[in-house]
């Protein structure tokens, strides 16, 4: 949509009182926050289609607010006053009698000197122009503009804002006056530093929540935005949107700045001592600048650039178009890592300090630029699910580490596991994804690890889930779908049941609204061994505090003895479950690994797997003896008889065997043995039955006899020695007897 700049007046600064000569008077055709409904259907929601509308710059049809924000930057007294020319159209199906603004300032957090907007007036924008009462709640960080009529849906109202910010000192929070002139490190950073419409929405109605220390605060419509930005000479400024006019007054610079697109809010930094390196990227049609001290040069000069190229092209080739001409990377003082606006980002000189400095800057300016496809192209209320965006982000970060760094294995594995898995151990405390950031608060639920850690490491659990390119094209469509729009995660869930053709309640429901994971317990293992067949029950001891079921893949082991592997294989736990596997050897134990990706419950820091080794036998087949030796009916004499036996049992418990019908029976182990001499000596002679027995685990008996013949007077077997004596012996004897006769007949 076009807009007509009226007359443009220019900005007069005296040393001593600060008078605006400059007033600014726009006609805007917009198009509309948002939702983006249609004039002809205000509660109709646009179609898919409309993303190749927008992204090509055509917003016709639509409608949306229009925003002429004209501020002034006094360095000496570290204040910035200004006006917020307002253009409010009601695309809501309801009819207004106030709109509420943010004034977040108050609620920054600061050194010595607090941040402050000081509302001045609130007028018609018509002449004769006419103050409109307005009610300021500080405490709130709110004020509510009254107006003279109802605006019914549809309609606009038009009216300035005239304001004076002083801007918190000590470098810490989202806007600041920082750093000394003398070290030539000073930088004004105007953020979320003027009256900011708030949202209405069919959830809360108007959103009117308080500046957050935890979280974002952000929650705005689409709108068109117009920015001039008034500083000192030679003071280089980092705005939102394209610099379409400078003009040098006094010993003052104008810049002006237009988006040409609608966004979500605007945001500047000022600083004599920024040094700036600019390229255009010809595939996105967009010019990114980093803006950074010369202190940091060593480690912003091309390298801040080239990770902003390179994040800028994967994120428009994966996901869509990034349809404005502007990109700008902000060095920024501040206790955290960096900060997202539209069309320009923050990024902390913690950087300049940190361990691994290139490792720190990459992932700060990776990460706040993937915010301008999820929080400005597709908005979210983040108060309510703050969680949703910056989950996104962080896993889109992860991802660009794993294409442009594939060395360092940021998925193998990916590093949020271990922090889900040990959370509960220990902090012993629940974490539900899905709340806000009040509700966060007051629970005590960390909300950083929830939101950073906790969310993007469910999403590359739905990737691996549902594979990595249905996951790229569910983000993708995600953020087709919703193309200057708000989403939510049900959108999101949408989205990814579109790709995969399928129900993902079984995911979103437990691992986004439970506040534990789930537990495993065996319940119990029992083995059918005449069917061969394992039965195990696993239940999930957090299933009772939790509002649904998990369910997930996990990889299980079964064992025989000797810690052989007798089955491997991926088997889904839905909440308590029953699983039967076919196993043909007597398993001994069994093992969930909690390797790959499953998210479980930790209860030992040293323990990645949950197994037993109390495994229930279900055994009706009966032990099979084959009696090997002695041989039926064999005979014996005095001395009892060995015997070898084999057993055919995989469970074998004890044997033992009986020679006189149970009246006594003797136990032995192995296969082989000797009946006892004194039952032996006790049984009468001749025919003696034997009765082999063996005993499973189960109590099944096995049995089987042989008849042996125990016989005294055994026959007396000769070895040949003894023949040889006795045939001796004889012999001598009948020539001794022969000899005898002849002598005796002999006279003598």
């Given amino acids: ?327 700008n990377v902000v060095q920024e003082y501040t206790y955290y890592g960096g900060m997202e606006y539209p069309l320009q980002v923050y990024a902390s000189t913690a950087a300049d300090t940190h361990q691994y400095p290139e490792w720190y800057l990459e992932t700060v300016i990776v990460h706040e630029s993937a915010h301008q496809w999820f929080y400005n192209l597709v908005g979210f209320d983040q108060v309510d699910w703050g969680f949703l965006d910056e989950g996104i982000v962080c896993w889109l970060t992860d991802w660009f580490k794993d294409v442009f760094h594939p060395d360092w294995g940021i998925f193998d594995p990916y590093w949020g596991l271990y922090d889900v898995r040990h959370y509960s151990l220990e902090h012993g405390l629940p974490n539900k994804i899905n709340q806000s950031v009040p509700d966060c608060i007051s629970s005590g639920t960390d909300y950083w690890y929830l939101g950073y850690t906790k969310t993007n490491t469910i999403l590359e659990k739905l990737r691996q889930t549902i594979t990595h390119t249905n996951f790229i094209e569910g983000l993708e469509l995600f953020f087709q779908d919703h193309y200057f729009e708000i989403a939510g995660l049900k959108d999101l869930q949408n989205a990814f049941e579109t790709v995969v053709g399928e129900s993902l309640d079984w995911f979103f429901f437990p691992w986004f609204d439970n506040p534990y994971l789930p537990k495993y317990e065996f319940v119990n293992v029992k083995y059918d061994a005449m069917n061969q067949l394992i039965n195990i029950t696993i239940r999930d001891v957090n299933e009772a505090l939790n509002q649904y079921s998990y369910s997930q893949l996990i990889p299980i082991s079964i064992y025989s003895s000797g810690s052989t592997l007798e089955y491997f294989g991926y088997e889904w736990i839905n909440g308590t479950t029953s699983i039967i596997i076919h196993i043909e050897k007597l398993p001994t134990r069994v093992r969930l690994n909690y390797d790959d990706f499953v998210l479980v419950q930790f209860a030992d820091y040293n323990l990645n797997y949950l197994q037993t080794t109390n495994i229930i036998l279900i055994d009706e087949v009966i032990p099979v003896i084959d009696i090997l030796s002695p041989p039926q009916n064999e005979e014996f004499g005095k001395n009892a008889p060995s015997f070898e036996i084999s057993i055919i049992e995989i469970d074998l418990d004890s044997t033992w065997y009986t020679i006189d019908d149970s009246v006594n029976n003797y136990t032995f182990s192995g296969l082989t043995g000797t009946i006892d001499q004194n039952a032996w000596n006790d049984s009468p002679e001749g025919n003696i039955t034997i009765e082999f027995y063996a005993k499973d685990t189960s109590g099944n008996i096995g049995y089987a006899d042989i008849v042996v013949v125990k016989n005294i007077e055994e026959m007396v077997i000769f070895s040949y020695n003894t023949i040889f004596y006795i045939a001796f012996i004889c012999l001598i004897s009948i020539i001794s007897i022969k000899t005898f006769k002849k002598l005796k007949n002999q006279p003598f």
């Fill in 1 to 327: 949509m076009k807009f007509k700049q009226k007359n443009l007046v220019y900005l007069v600064i005296g040393l001593i009182s600060a008078i605006f000569i400059l007033e600014t008077i726009f006609s805007f055709n917009g198009i509309k926050t948002i939702r983006f409904y249609k004039e002809t259907d205000l509660i109709t929601q646009p179609l898919s289609s409309d993303y190749e509308q927008f992204s090509k710059g055509n917003f016709s049809g639509y409608e949306c607010s229009s925003y002429n924000l004209s501020v002034f930057l006094d360095e000496d007294t570290s204040t910035v006053a200004g006006n917020l020319t307002v253009d409010y159209y009601n695309d809501d199906p309801i009819n207004f009698t106030q709109i509420p603004f943010h004034i977040y300032a108050s609620g920054m957090r600061y050194d010595h000197r607090p941040g402050y907007i000081e509302i001045l007036n609130v007028t018609t924008l018509e002449d004769p122009k006419e103050e409109l009462a307005f009610d300021f709640l500080n405490s709130s960080q709110l004020m509510w503009v009254n107006l003279t009529s109802d605006l019914e849906p549809g309609n606009r109202t038009s009216f300035i804002i005239s304001f004076n910010t002083t801007l918190p000192d000590g470098g810490i929070d989202r806007a600041s006056d920082h750093g000394e002139d003398l070290d030539e490190n000073r930088i004004f950073k105007f953020a979320s530093c003027y009256p900011l419409p708030c949202v209405y929405d069919k959830f809360d109605g108007w959103n009117i929540d308080p500046y957050l220390l935890t979280g974002d605060p952000f929650y705005y419509d689409m709108a068109y935005y117009d920015l001039i930005v008034n500083v000192p000479e030679n003071m280089t400024v980092a705005a939102t949107g394209e610099l379409i006019d400078q003009v040098t007054i006094d010993n003052r610079t104008i810049n002006h700045y237009n988006p040409h697109l609608p966004v979500r809010e605007v945001t500047f930094s000022a600083s004599r001592y920024f040094e700036v390196e600019t390229f255009l990227i010809p595939d996105i049609n967009a010019t990114v600048s980093t803006y950074f001290l010369s202190q940091s040069y060593w480690l912003w000069h091309d390298f801040a650039l080239m990770v902003t190229i390179y994040a800028g092209e994967l994120f428009y080739n994966t996901l869509g178009i990034y349809p404005y001409s502007t990109f």
